[in-house]
């Protein structure tokens, strides 16, 4: 349970990072709402991975072996996360942060059984 607990505040401040991205993107440029939460998705992962290496999972892997375990495990969700937002909010004019709230929360699930199974699990 103290593993969730972690992986929740980690996830907290990656996805504040993300938001703080996002809607300053939203805001300032206009961005349109995909490029937007891409933009911020990807600065939220450099965030997770640092602390989810150190602080949730306190990983005994190599980065060599962790980086591109955590990275695809990024990709599929990078992807499931923009189709959630294009659908969501271009294609059924959800609110763009209703959208994106919705993919965070498809998306932490997803992180959160695959970085403890696979990512930052034992070294086998």
Same mark, same amino acid.
């Given at each position: 349970?103290?593993?969730?607990?972690?992986?929740?505040?980690?996830?907290?401040?990656?996805?504040?990072?993300?938001?703080?991205?996002?809607?300053?993107?939203l805001r300032l440029a206009p961005w349109p709402a995909v490029a937007a939460?891409?933009?911020?998705?990807? /600065? &939220?992962? *450099?965030?997770?991975?640092?602390?989810?290496?150190?602080?949730? @999972?306190?990983?005994? %892997?190599?980065?060599?072996?962790?980086?591109?375990?955590?990275?695809?495990?990024?990709?599929?969700?990078?992807?499931?996360?923009?189709?959630?937002?294009?659908?969501?909010?271009?294609?059924?004019?959800?609110?763009?942060? /209703? &959208?994106? *709230?919705?993919?965070?929360?498809?998306?932490?699930?997803?992180? @959160?059984?695959?970085? %403890?199974?696979?990512?930052?699990?034992?070294?086998?």
């Amino acid at each position: 349970m103290k593993q969730v607990k972690r992986f929740l505040l980690v996830g907290a401040a990656a996805t504040a990072l993300q938001y703080l991205i996002y809607g300053t993107l939203l805001r300032l440029a206009p961005w349109p709402a995909v490029a937007a939460s891409v933009a911020g998705y990807l /600065a &939220g992962s *450099v965030l997770s991975y640092l602390l989810n290496y150190h602080v949730t @999972f306190d990983s005994r %892997r190599s980065h060599a072996s962790a980086v591109p375990k955590f990275y695809a495990m990024v990709a599929v969700a990078f992807v499931l996360n923009a189709a959630l937002v294009g659908l969501l909010v271009d294609g059924m004019g959800l609110n763009a942060w /209703a &959208g994106q *709230v919705i993919a965070t929360g498809v998306c932490l699930a997803w992180n @959160f059984a695959v970085s %403890r199974r696979w990512v930052f699990g034992e070294a086998r």
